[in-house]
């Protein structure tokens, strides 16, 4: 049963800081990876999705890592804004056509002015 | 384009009592996913369908929760009879196919069971 880590819980940095996420997930047989972002009251947005294949994608001040191999993911966040504060959750679908999602349980940013 | 759409957005029902979640997904998305967050979780997978056949229910309570996806497009997820454990955020979401590889979120209709 694929299971998805995300620590630590919460987090809080000050604004200008450059910062890591981590996520790390149990089984190494996945189709993609993603990160989301939930801001508080609302539903999820996709913010970078990297396929099996690739090792990372990048998306304005967001990069995304993967290494399938350990298991491991990292979104890195540079130069973090007020307006970076949300809930980011990491999640995995399998391998093959079923595009069912694992999430793990997020980490709450908060960015300090 | 208009996004995932879903009702009622906030529901309070006593327990043992039934409640109804409908969604409307992106136009064209064949894929339709529901969600259950509870607080301080991930989301988990309750139901998939694909056009209007069930592809994974391998987590819906079966014994209260159904759902149903008539002429593939709206859907409906229905609790009855309520637990107190069923307090959550109950997510909708869809995707042009089975991939997932772009799959998009409703905001949600928060449950809470008393």
Known sequence: KQEVTQIPA??????????????????????????????????????????????????????????????????????????????????????GANSKLTFGKGITLSVRP | EAGVAQSPRYKIIEK????????????????????????????????????????????????RFSAERLKGVDSTLKIQPAKLEDSAVYLCASSFDRSGNTIYFGEGSWLTVV
Not at chain 1, 40 to 64: F, V, Y
């Open chain 1, 10 to 95: 919460a987090l809080s940095v000050p604004e200008g800081e450059n910062l890591v996420l981590n996520c790390s997930f149990t089984d190494s047989a996945i189709y993609n990876l993603q990160w989301f972002r939930q801001d508080p009251g609302k539903g999820l947005t996709s913010l970078l999705l990297i396929q099996s294949s690739q090792r990372e994608q990048t998306s304005g001040r967001l990069n995304a890592s993967l290494d399938k191999s350990s298991g491991r993911s990292t979104l890195y966040i540079a130069a973090s804004q007020p307006g970076d504060s949300a809930t980011y959750l990491c999640a995995v679908s399998p391998s």
């Open chain 2, 16 to 63: 043992r009592q039934s409640v109804a979640f409908w969604c409307n997904p992106i136009s064209g998305h064949a894929t339709l996913y529901w969600y259950q967050q509870i607080l301080g979780q991930g989301p988990k997978l309750l139901i998939q369908f694909q056009n209007n056949g069930v592809v994974d229910d391998s987590q819906l309570p079966k014994d």
